[in-house]
């Protein structure tokens, strides 16, 4: 057992777990964050992709000890949260992208694509097809043909920004 | 939960006319789910949380074919910290329930193993560490048997059907041109991104419920009460969000939902049984593999005179649905076609190899692309365009198909055939890519395209999909649907209709609030969950917008006008009213036959289907010949489904079809060794990324169904059926060799490529070059082991001298 400290979705989080425990479960079991998705627990599909310190990872693939003194954020962080009890949280406008253009078919894939799609924006990607294309190629979708996760990225960037292709 | 504003809540139903292919955005209400899932609060199976659960794992079998004599279990192991379940535990029948009474919940001792990764036994542990112990713990004894791979050779036939029409031998006499082809497709892994998973609570009645991933909660109801012996009350099934089905999770999720079951019985908690990958693809069901061979006669013309098709299936070990997967790939083996003269001979067989099951298309996409790689063969015979013959042959209004069905309404084939064809430019593509090929004769070998090393080619096909369940299946279902007037005055639709994605949860509420004339918000849904919702049969066969969305209207017309007659007033001013003074009302709505659609199973003449979706597809392809890959670039879609009630939902379904098939075209081969599949992981077991996904046109064309009280015929199956000949008829048209054997790797390209010369468009030599051996002979390229290309990477866009510049040439893809 180790005490690994870091922030989710700005939380600071104290946990005493063994080291070598996957982000995944300790954000899925520990923290109850199940957001998160498992598709194949070895660094193939991407349902599992978080944000360490702004980058782009597989929580399937990360120890929790290299988390310490980190931050993490999930697709749990990236709606608004309501202010007032009952109200509706507020989707980001690359969630609200999704919603309208179809980029969420059976969801199951879809809080990894957000958060890489998330990275790419956060790093300047615009909405050049063949960026998108490549910002997302570590997230498999079987439900979309990927084509609409594209028009919903394109949708969320800022218009005509995007870096040469 | 989060939500977000509604959107514009009209229209509901896009009017006629308003489609704009590729551009149907902002119709349609969203995703009534879509907020949960893009918050993550969407619980999926392995989300939920059961206080106390224990842990289920399965003891598979490793071999493919073997008795069971027994268990060695390590004394070493504290045994008393699990639950340990054998056959001998299933308080019921030893059998899951579905067609054939063949496949055991666990193998017996003294029974037969049947294939690799059988279930023989179950574990339970209160955490993960001791199951993993448990399971290491225990070796199956056993006693090895000959195991039968071939299909072709199989004597146990699980099911055969012969369609006819016409005189074979008198349309073979008319003949100017025969031809023969066989062609084989693979395994294909359904690949949902959420592998199967279910959690079984002992209920304190004695009963069991289980919450998991799945597609038909109603098969699973009926196959845990055969196995657990219990009653409908006490069988309880409970769909969690569902992270994709295809088909993988039709049938196959009844055999975990008992497993888990009898597990919870055992140990009396909660257990979850949560498949991980490698379990998943390993275990579950596969698209049917085929042998599919054609010879058919033809007129010079390129008129359609004979066809002869054989078709076989590998069933695997267990019949599972296989004999309904047979039947709708022998009705559409001779593809959307006119021609008098048929004969198709079909059955499926045994092998000791994992249960094929449903899968995306259930049978067509195999049987179809054998029909749509044939006829384009015969065009290349007749010397005239794959289009042109489609064109000459294409079922028309008032055809009749070889079951003696008569196409009363509602064919598309042509128009989905012109505007794929249109929208794609195909006739100008194909003038170019042959130029390309004649620039490069004097260069490289016969289709190398001068110094380039990438060949582009485009590829047409066109398929038909009968809509909804085969033959009198939807009248044997029997079907039901309901809609609700609650007591405390909201509308509830309940079906047994899952949404695993494809919409069915926005879609519902759409029809019935607009037959209600209420808002999309103001009608919800009941979870799909045995105790509240009826049978409405299960989600699968292209069926739930058009047979149980059809279901939602009657019963929102009936519900309606009783309530209007009972008021006075407009249902929409009145049901909260009605509901104060009368009180709840629910009419359920039973599914009644189609008028005037009559079939006979046994003699497999008549209305196979109530109507047929009709699908083209025309693919371009960039084609490496030095490494054999397969670019596919872009992909135009044409599908006529009827009626087109979310064009966002629509256009998602013919989307993702159609990468489907471009996977089981290239990539998607599941390679099989002494019964096992080898390649059992992601990262082996190739699904196409955003990068090697084509650009996807898709074309909604609505030729509607008149029987149905929406017109529509359903959409999630049609594209899987075209994908996959259209690209390799493309390949065909960059490299000038037929892949006949599904995927087309690049390993197998490249055999190809470096085998014989392919044939010219001669019939007598073609099919010695098709179905020649394809050994790798001498490389037929003079200057190949000097190429002076430089490496891809590196190639300036648009060096290739197709006479084009890049930008308006479709296949330049050199970006992505």
């Known amino acids: ?165 | 939960m989060s939500t977000v504003p509604p959107s514009a809540p009209a229209p509901l139903i896009v009017p006629a006319d308003s489609i704009v292919p590729g551009r149907a955005r902002g119709r349609g209400p969203l995703r009534r789910e879509g907020p949960a899932k893009l918050t993550g609060e969407a619980k999926y199976a392995d989300d939920l949380v059961f206080p106390g659960a224990w842990y289920g794992a399965t003891v598979r079998s490793s071999e493919a074919h073997a008795l069971l004599h027994g268990f060695d279990r390590d004394d070493a192991f504290e045994w008393s910290k699990v639950v340990f379940v054998t056959a001998a535990d299933i308080p019921g029948d030893n059998i899951v329930s579905l067609i054939s009474d063949d496949q055991p919940v666990l193998v017996p001792l003294g029974g037969e193993i049947q294939h690799h990764a059988e279930p023989l036994a179950l574990i339970a542990a209160p955490d993960r560490a001791t199951l993993r112990a448990a399971k290491a713990a225990v070796t199956p004894r056993t006693e090895p048997l000959p195991p039968v791979f071939d299909p072709v050779v199989s004597e146990h036939v699980f099911a055969h059907y012969e369609i006819s029409s016409g005189d074979l031998e008198a349309g073979f006499a008319q003949a100017e041109i025969v031809l023969e082809g066989t062609y084989t497709v693979g395994h294909q892994e359904q690949l949902y991104i959420e592998n199967n998973a279910m959690i079984a609570v002992p209920e304190e009645n004695g009963g069991l419920t289980v919450y998991g991933s799945l597609q038909c909660p109603y098969y699973i109801h009926k196959a845990m009460k055969r196995a657990l012996a219990l009653d409908d009350i006490r069988t309880r099934v409970v769909q969690a969000e569902t992270g994709g089905g295809f088909g993988g999770k039709e049938e196959y999720p009844s055999i975990i939902a008992i497993h888990a079951a009898l597990l919870a019985r055992a140990c009396r908690k909660p257990v979850r049984m949560i498949y991980d990958r490698h379990e998943d693809i390993s275990a579950t069901t596969k698209r049917h593999p085929a042998v599919v061979t054609h010879r058919t006669a033809m007129r010079r013309d390129g008129t359609l005179l004979a066809q002869d098709i054989d078709v076989v299936m590998d069933g695997g070990a267990y019949c599972t649905l296989t004999p309904v997967v047979l039947s709708r790939g022998a009705l559409h083996a001779g593809g959307p076609y006119r021609c008098p003269n048929v004969r198709i001979r079909s059955r499926a067989t045994r092998t000791n190899t994992p249960p094929n099951g449903a899968f995306r298309g259930f049978g067509a996409p195999q049987t179809e692309f054998a029909a749509e790689t044939h006829l384009n063969r015969l065009a290349e015979a007749a010397g005239i365009s794959p289009l042109e013959i489609r064109r000459r042959n294409v079922y028309v209004l008032g055809d009749t198909t070889p079951t003696g069905q008569v196409l009363r309404h509602s064919v598309a084939g042509e128009e989905v055939l012109e505007r794929a064809a249109e929208a794609a430019e195909f006739e100008r593509m194909r003038e170019r890519t042959a130029d390309a090929r004649v620039a490069g004769n004097s260069h490289g070998g016969p289709y190398r395209t001068g110094l380039a090393r990438r060949a582009p080619g485009v590829g047409i096909a066109l398929a038909w999909h009968g809509a909804g369940f085969t033959g009198s299946g939807e009248v044997k279902l029997a079907s039901v649907a309901a809609v609700e007037l609650t007591g405390d005055g909201r509308i509830e639709i309940l079906t047994g209709s899952t949404e695993m994605g494809q919409g069915t949860k926005t879609i519902f509420p759409q029809l019935v609030a607009d037959a209600l004339g209420v808002a999309y918000e103001d009608v919800a849904i009941a979870p799909q969950d045995t105790a509240f919702v009826p049978d409405s049969g299960p989600t699968v066969a292209s069926r739930t917008a058009m047979v149980v969305g059809g279901l939602l209207i009657k019963a929102s017309q009936r519900l309606r006008s009783t309530v209007e007659e009972a008021m006075g007033g407009s249902f929409a001013d009145s049901y909260r009213g009605y509901v104060r003074s009368h009180g709840p009302l629910r009419i359920d709505q039973r599914f009644e036959p189609y008028p005037d659609v009559e079939f006979d199973d046994e003699t497999y003449r008549g209305d196979a289907y109530p109507a047929f979706g009709w699908a083209a597809c025309v693919a371009h392809v960039d084609v490496d010949l030095d490494t054999g890959e397969v670019a596919v670039l872009d992909v135009v879609a044409a599908d006529d489904v009827g009626k087109v009630i979310h064009p966002v939902l629509a256009e998602g379904q013919v989307e993702g079809g159609t990468l489907q098939a471009v996977g089981y075209a290239t990539i998607e081969e599941m390679q099989v060794r002494d019964g096992r599949y080898v390649n059992d992981r992601l990262a082996t077991y190739l699904i196409p990324t955003a990068l090697d996904a084509p650009r996807i046109t898709s074309i909604l064309v609505e030729a509607p169904f008149p029987d149905a009280p929406h017109m529509a015929k359903g959409v999630g199956e049609l594209p899987m059926d075209v994908g996959a000949p259209a690209v390799v008829a493309a390949i065909h048209d960059a490299t000038g060799v037929w892949i006949h054997d599904l995927p087309a790797t690049p390993e197998k390209l490249l055999a190809a490529l470096h085998g014989p010369r392919p044939a010219t468009a001669h019939p007598d030599v073609l099919d010695a070059a098709v179905d020649a051996p394809i050994d790798a002979g001498p490389d037929p390229r003079p200057d190949a082991p000097t190429d002076p290309l430089p490496l891809r990477g590196v190639q300036p866009d648009g060096d290739e001298p197709t006479g084009d510049s890049p930008s308006d040439a479709p296949w330049d893809g050199s970006s992505r």
């Open chain 1, 1 to 165: 057992m180790s005490t690994v400290r870091f922030l989710v979705n700005g939380e600071p989080t104290e946990l005493d777990v063994p080291g070598m425990r996957r982000l995944l479960d300790v954000l899925r079991e520990d923290l109850g964050l199940t957001g998160t998705k498992e598709g194949c627990g070895e660094g193939e599909c991407g349902a599992c992709t978080v944000l360490l310190d702004g980058d782009v990872v597989d929580a399937c693939l990360v120890p929790i000890c290299q988390v310490d003194g980190s931050i993490v954020r999930t697709v749990e962080g990236l709606a608004r949260p309501s202010h007032a009890p009952g109200e509706a949280a507020q989707l980001d406008e690359l969630q609200q992208a999704f919603l309208e253009f179809g980029g969420a078919q059976c969801g199951i894939c879809t809080p990894g694509m957000l958060m890489a799609a998330r990275a790419y924006l956060d790093a300047g990607g615009g909405p050049d097809e063949a960026a998108i294309r490549e910002a997302i190629a570590g997230n498999l979708c079987r439900c979309t043909g990927y084509t609409k996760i594209i028009e919903s990225i394109a949708a969320a960037a800022p218009p005509g920004e995007g870096p040469a292709a």
